[in-house]
């Protein structure tokens, strides 16, 4: 049997990292057992569901290196299959029309919240006669079309994640409605759980693994799968991505889109290593920082966490420096440029860029930090509290006022590392100051700030480009 998994995004807002965890999974397992990762649009919430979602979430997932291995299935093209679904069950009265109007519904509920009890559909419509029911049509009444479900029924899965799970019917809100409201000669458009155990069902997919939050669901669509005569897949529930107050990740904590986080600057490499770590522990053989692929050859289900797990911005800033750090030169230059470009910077030639990224590179978290990082190369510099504290200490101006005019006899295009380094020592000893503080002065006059990279390298980099030495004479 080839295993064949699906993630099956609501094309309802951007590729959010619960779900892109989701996908990737899928993808860990699918790829360990050499089975098959499938995509499947869950678009049938027509007002809600836009292409610019559709488009946004499969840009994501390529980006973070997921590939799926056949066209993805569109859910609102099923429509007919849904529907012969519905027919069936009604044709063998596991299903049924409920005539209940919304008004009805709400005094249900609100009569069981007065006696405290939890809100469910007390199966009102279930047995109705066919007097009963041709007077609710007379009276002009729309209907909603439920599946039974009986209160008595004990639901059980082996949950690959889970372990043995055991659900009780009566826990599930008595009849669920699988088709929403229409006139009673039409069957309403088809809901989730009856769509989406057709669909799997079609798309033969072996295991279904989702979030936790969907078990209820599982238990649910496991009826589905018995009274339709299908095979259900096996599942397994991955566990939820939490905030620092252990709840669930949302919107009000902030970035959550993958596009989101592509746009601050972290790398596809580290976004997908960190979302791997998010519920699944590496093997001790294994380091923190890998690859999918890597990650993909020790996938499986027992290393999967049954606790949810806490989204830690320190671990993922972490990671993505060590993926920068690790890029060569041209690789991250790939990434700079286009944000270089964004910010109207004239680029000089090839080489000269390369020595910039490879100057930055050590010290960046986020790829845009090397926006701030290379500004002072591109624009004077503007001096910071710290830089003006600095030229103002006694000797410092005097220091780079001497060492201007030793450049006046050096060619100003020629510095290296060797000629830079002799010309801060004699500078230093004729001015009369200590090294540290002109090479520090010197920083802020280059940079503006007391922090940066290597400041002879910075210096030769910046001389290789400038005319003159100008942006020193700027600051003193
Ligand atoms: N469209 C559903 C969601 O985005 C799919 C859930 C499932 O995997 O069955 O939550």
Redesign the pocket.
Known sequence: MTVRV?????PTGTLHIG?AR?ALFNWLYATHVGGKFLLRI?DTDKERSQDKYTTNILEGLKWLGLSWDEPPVIQSEQIEDHRKAIQSLLDSGLAYRCYATEAELEEMRDSQKNKGKAPRYDNRHRDLTSIEESKFIEEGRSAVIRFRIEDEEIITWNDLVRGHMRWSASDLGGDMVIARRASPQEIGPPL?NLV?VVDDSTMNITH?I??ED?IA?TAKQILLYKALQLKPPEFAHTPLILNQEGRKLSKRDGVTSISEFKAMGYTAEAMANYMTLLGWSQPESMQERFSIEEAAEFFNFDRVNRAGAKFDWDKLNWLNSQVIHNWSPEKLLNSLKPLWIKEGWKLPNHEWCISLAELIGPSLTLINDGINQSRPFFEKPVLDNDGINQLELEGAKAGLKCLLENLERTPWDGIDQNQAKKILTFTAESAGIKKGLLMKSLRAALLGRLNGPDLISTWSLLARISEDSTRILNSI
């Open positions: 699906r993630l099956a995004p609501s779900t989701t869950e989730y989406v279904v989702r979030g969907h669901n």
